[in-house]
Structure formats: C-alpha cells, structure tokens
C-alpha cells in the first residue's frame, strides 16, 4: 500500500534541479483555446446555414469525443479532458458543408481519432493533422455528398447555393470565358451575389472610390465578410482572423507557418493564376483566392499545429512555403476542393524530413568545432 | 512428425506479408475483391505445396545419386525458382481454361504466384535439408497464412470500400452479396490501394500484439 502511494507520488512529482521556469501553458489549455477562437466563426456558419449546420458540428464533435472514450477504453489512458479530441471534431464539422449527410463528418471524425490519432500513439504521436486527415478521407470517400453545400439563409439578401470558388471552376471550364478576372468571370456566368452586397459595392465605388479612378467588383463585399455559401466555418475570413489573432498574442500559433503559407500562395496565385484563364502573367486574382476556400483555416488552426509542423523556425518557413505551392497546384491544376487539404496532408508527410535534414545541419557546425 | 504446436500461431501471427511485409504489391493489387483474393490464394496455396513436395522429392533423389555434391545452395533455389514458375505457368494455363473472367482480372498479378511462393519461402523449404512431410507442412502453413491475411484484407476491402462481397456466381446468384447498409454509400477511400496498405498495417499491429502478449511483456521489452 505504501508502495504504491510512493510511485502515485513520484509520478505526481517531477523532482528536477534549478533553475525551474513556472508556466500556466498546457496541452489541454492551448487545445481549448484554439476551440474557442475558432468559435466565432462557427457561431456566422451557423447563422447563415441553420439548424443543418449545427447538427453536423454537433455530429462530428460526438463522434469525435465517443472514438476517443473508445480509445481510452482500448489503450488504458483517459484523454478526453486534453480537448484535443473536441478541437479535432470542430475542426471537422467546420471543414464541412451544411447539406452533407450526417454519416459522413460521424464517420471522419472517428477516421481522424482512431486511425490517424490514436492508432500512432495519441495526442503528439500523430504525424498528420487528424482533422485534416479525417476530411480528406470524407473527400475521398464521399465526392458527390462533400460538394452538397445545403441552403444558406442570407442576412443580406438571397445567397446561391453554390460556393464562389466552385462557381469559378465550372465557369473557367468553358472555352469562351478568358481574359477576365474572378468576380468578373463569375458575373459573367450569371452568379448571384445579394442585395445588400449590390447596394454596398455601388456606394463605395460611387462615393468612395469614383474619384480615384478605381471601382470593386460585384461580389467583392459578399466574399470578404463570408456572406456566401462554403463551408460551416471556412467562409467568415474577418472572424477567422479575428480567432487567428488572438492565437497570435497568445502565442499559441507560431506565425512563421500561416504568414509564409498565405505569402507564397499570393505570390504564386498572382504571377501565374492567370495564365490558366487566358489573362497571361501577374493577374491571378489572388485575393479572392485566399478569401475563398479554407485557406485562412486552414493556414491558421491547421497547418500550424505544432504536433505536425516542423520544430526548427527554418522548417516552418520551408513547411509555409511548400504549403503555398501545393496548395496552389492543387487549386488550379488539380481537382479535389480548394486543395487545402490535400496539401497540408502531404506537407505533413515531409515534417519528419525536414526535422531530420534541418537538426543534422544545425549541428554539423558544433560537431566540427567539438 | 506430428503437426507442430505452434501451427495456428505461425499462420495467424507469423505470416511474412503482414510480419516481414514482403509480397506486398500483388497483396494489395487482388485484394480489392474477394474472389480475386481467393483465386490468388489458391494460387499460392497450390503452387506452393507442390513446389515444397517436388523439391523435397528432387533433393532426396540428388542425395541418393552421384551428383549430392552439386546440390549447392544457389543451384537449389535456381531449382526452386524455376519449379514455382514452371508451377505458376500450369497454373495460369488451368485457370485460363477454368476461370477466364479471373484470370483475366487477376492479370499481371497471376505470374507474380511465383514470386509470393519464393517470398514465401516454401520452394525453398523443399530445397532446405528438411523431410518431405515437413517441407509440406511448413508450404501449408505459410499458404494458409497468405491466403488467410488476403482473405482478410479483401473482405474489409470491398464490404467497407464498395459495400459489396462478391463470390463465385453459380445458377441464379450473380456471386455479388450487397451490404444493405453499405452498398449505397461506401466509404471509396478503403478501396484505394493505400487502404490496403492501411489494413496491412493494422494487420501486422494485431499480430504482434498476439505474439507479444504469448511470449511474455517483459522479454519483448528485454534489450
């Protein structure tokens, strides 16, 4: 008995030697604050989608919590309290479109926890982002029920069902459509923005911007506040940044992963994004390319997680930058989503590389010296 | 001989595909339906207990002879390969004649018979200075092990990637079993090679976590 209250004890008590530097920082605590700043934009999906938006978070973040007590159950060790399974069922439910069958973020949420998660040793063993992991298996699995995007209630007036990056894909893929940029492209195949957006952009270009010269594209209010369909969290990119922001004060995003990320994909979007619509170098339209898909949720709450991003500061901008370019391979030459996901699986897959490459480099100077 | 104690360990747990992962690319080629599976299973099986029993037969006839000398290690398994090809090659033609939609389906993975048995080791087993009961038995455990882990992957395969079992068709039953649940949206995801590759994985996990826990925590963890 007294044994076993010694080992409970010594396990309860790290003794290590001084200097000791006393910090309130945890895993649990960085995993529900992570939660927390993304639900604002939770919060505007589920205005804008409804009750069937909301049903698909709670299902994927049910099932997320049910695979990890199943987990616990198999392996002995309870997890649940770290919020990282909850984080990880958000993220899910986010990555998701409001008209999706139920089955599908149940079922990728329990891909995300017991395959990706709990079958590589649990929380920080798991060398791809189990959300991420989880909706590209949905993807892969489930083409026709991810591309439902489901009614969307407009605050401003009548939204299309359609997403605007897809919209833009389907209008890009007739012949006759060159030479013209995104929102005009999409104006031009007949897509809807709302009244309000109508209203809004005919004020600023006339009181605003007619003097210089200059005027925004219908649509451009409708896609910079989220007031469009996509997915339940990836639409609002203020509210995301608003979340992100707060990561970055509180330091739990560290910001060389999202800054080089979103860099490299302007750069790459803006130099050659328009040679595939005919516009030739330097007219991409990148903007709207970062404000459309889940890039900023991505780049932000995913990419930057710090189980599956490289360790060394040099690693994260490599990391950023293979980021960009997948992404924007995978966006206009490729054919799953906004590529996103594909990417941040993939440079997943090369964290441990560069970890390896980048520690040897580092330390060949000291054992040269030693 | 008697049959050895640990038959059911060494088919279940000790199999190369899942434990040493060899033969991998025509595992994960026919398991994406059953009966494909079974084909390369029986495939396997047969090619590789003949070719156990051909070998043992031919070294004990080489022993008893003049040229026991010449019974060099690299010439015995030149033997062997050329015996489980020769096997596989009757085997291809049968199938052709029996089954031509499987050996149409099972393809370029039909000639790669030869090579699993190799991988498997039970063509060299006859050439191994064993008896011919036990290069036998040893050519049946090894291909009920394969066919056993094939089996396996096929039907998590197909029944979870495309929510279907299909079997042999015989009068009146096209051989396809639909999941009702399944069959009208399967998770595609599972069909996909790296899904076979996944199984594999959890496969190889299973099976060493049944050796683990036979042999004792502590002397695993031993250095």
Not at chain 1, 55 to 68: D, F, P, T
Not at chain 1, 78 to 84: A, E
Not at chain 2, 215 to 223: A, I, V
Request: glycine letters at 12%; charged letters at 10%; proline letters at 5%.
């Amino acid at each position: 008995m007294a044994e076993k209250s010694d080992q409970r004890a010594s396990e309860a008590l790290l003794v290590t030697p001084a200097p000791h530097v006393g910090i309130r920082s945890s895993s649990a605590r960085k995993s529900w604050l992570v939660a927390a700043s993304l639900l604002p934009a939770a919060a505007w999906g589920v205005m804008l989608f409804g009750v069937p938006a909301l049903l698909v978070l709670i299902v994927s973040i049910g099932a997320s919590l049910v695979s990890e007590v199943l987990s616990s159950l198999l392996f002995r060790r309870f997890t649940l309290n770290d919020g990282s399974a909850f984080l990880t069922g958000l993220l899910v439910g986010l990555l998701m479109p409001s008209g999706v069958p139920l089955y599908v973020p149940a079922a990728a949420s329990a891909f995300a926890i017991l395959v990706v998660k709990q079958s590589f040793g649990g929380l920080g063993r798991n060398w791809m982002n189990p959300a991420m992991a989880g909706v590209l298996f949905a993807m892969l699995s489930w083409s026709g029920a991810m591309s439902n995007w489901g009614a969307a209630q407009g605050i401003l007036g009548n939204v299309t069902s359609l997403p605007p990056l897809e919209a833009l894909r389907a209008a890009l893929a007739a012949p006759e459509v060159t030479g013209r940029a995104p929102l005009a492209v999409l104006a031009g195949a007949g897509y809807r923005f709302s009244n309000g957006d109508a209203s809004i952009i005919a004020w600023i270009n006339s009181r605003l911007l007619a003097p210089l010269g200059a005027a925004l594209q219908p649509g451009s209010f409708d896609v910079l506040v989220g007031h469009v369909s996509g997915r339940i969290g990836e639409i609002s990119a203020p509210l995301l940044l608003l979340g992100a922001g707060f990561l970055l004060h509180r330091r739990i995003v560290r910001w060389q992963v999202p800054v080089s990320y979103l860099a490299s994909f302007l750069m790459l979007a803006w130099i050659f994004g328009g040679l595939g619509a005919g516009r030739g170098w330097l007219a991409g339209g990148p903007v709207f390319h970062v404000l459309s898909g889940s890039l900023i949720l991505g780049a932000f709450f995913i990419a930057s997680d710090p189980v599956t991003s490289p360790l060394s500061e040099k690693g994260r901008w490599i990391y950023g930058l293979e980021l960009g370019a997948l992404t924007f391979f995978m966006r206009y030459f490729g054919t799953l989503g906004d590529g996103v996901a594909v990417s941040i699986v993939l440079a997943n897959c090369t964290v441990p590389l560069l970890d390896r490459w980048l520690q040897h480099r580092e330390a060949a100077p000291l054992r040269e010296a030693s | 001989m008697a049959l050895d104690a640990g038959l059911g360990k060494r088919i279940a747990g000790e199999h190369r595909i899942s434990m040493l992962l060899l033969g991998l690319c025509p595992a994960v080629a026919v398991s994406v339906r059953v009966i494909d599976a079974l084909w390369m299973s029986a495939g396997v099986f047969s090619v590789a207990l003949l070719a156990a029993l051909c070998g043992a037969l031919v070294r004990r006839w080489g022993r008893s002879g003049e040229g026991a000398a010449a019974g060099a290690t690299v010439g015995k398994w030149m033997g062997a390969l050329a015996l489980s090809s020769c096997l596989t090659a009757c085997f291809e033609v049968v199938l052709l004649a029996v089954a031509p939609e499987a050996s149409a389906s099972l393809g370029i993975y039909a000639p790669l018979i030869a090579v699993n048995c190799l991988v498997l080791g039970s063509a060299g087993t006859g050439a191994r200075d064993s008896s011919i009961t036990r290069a036998v038995l040893d050519a049946a455990e090894q291909g009920l092990g394969f066919s056993a882990c094939l089996l396996l992957i096929a039907l998590l395969r197909e029944s979870l990637g495309a929510g279907t079992i299909t079997l042999f068709a015989v009068d009146g039953f096209n051989g396809v079993i639909a999941i009702p649940s399944l069959a009208r949206d399967p998770a595609r995801a599972l069909g996909a090679s790296g899904a076979g590759l996944l199984c594999l994985g959890y496969l190889g996990a299973s099976a060493r976590l049944l050796r683990w826990r036979g042999e004792g925590r502590e002397k695993e963890l031993s250095p």
